[in-house]
């Protein structure tokens, strides 16, 4: 973790934020009992870095994605959506016929300044993936998003 204030401060020169973008294998614990994302965001200040959320992830480790949009509120400018199944298995689908609250997720995002939500679609067995993302936006927009 030493190199990355050094990163960040030579993003920062050049005008770019770095963000770092987390999978379900950054909420391993520490020997403290805290996850290494959050132990990582305590150590290096948020000027230095902020949050690419992807709230996939936080939910398949059993955390509430509003929860961890509000606790990391002013340094999560993105956001990464996609849902999930884990019944009979783990796999990807769609917007809105997963496990995810987008409702929730997208008011707690504007609610934060959040600038960009991504919809990333990884790869599953039932839709391809421009069947998805039509579906995606369809399912957003019955949101109001």
Known sequence: MENIPII???CRKAGITLLYHNHDFEFAR???GDYVSDSMYE?????????????CWVKKVGEDPVAYIRKYKGRCPVI??????????FDFCRLG?????FEGIM?????????????????H???????????????LKTIGW
């Not at 150590?43 to 709230?55: G, R």
């Not at 990464?80 to 298995?89: E, G, L």
């Not at 008011?107 to 790869?123: L, S």
């Not at 039932?126 to 369809?138: C, I």
């Open 8 to 10: 960040a401060k030579e």
């Open 30 to 32: 520490t020997k403290e």
């Open 43 to 55: 150590q290096i200040p948020k000027k230095d870095l902020q949050t690419e959320l992807d709230t």
């Open 80 to 89: 990464h959506v996609k849902d999930f199944i884990d019944i009979p298995s």
């Open 97 to 101: 016929y997963g496990l995810q609250d």
């Open 107 to 123: 008011n707690e995002a504007e609610a934060d300044g959040c600038e960009w939500a991504v919809v990333e679609q990884d790869t």
């Open 125 to 139: 067995s039932r839709y391809s993936s421009m069947e998805d993302a039509m579906l995606s936006r369809d399912y």
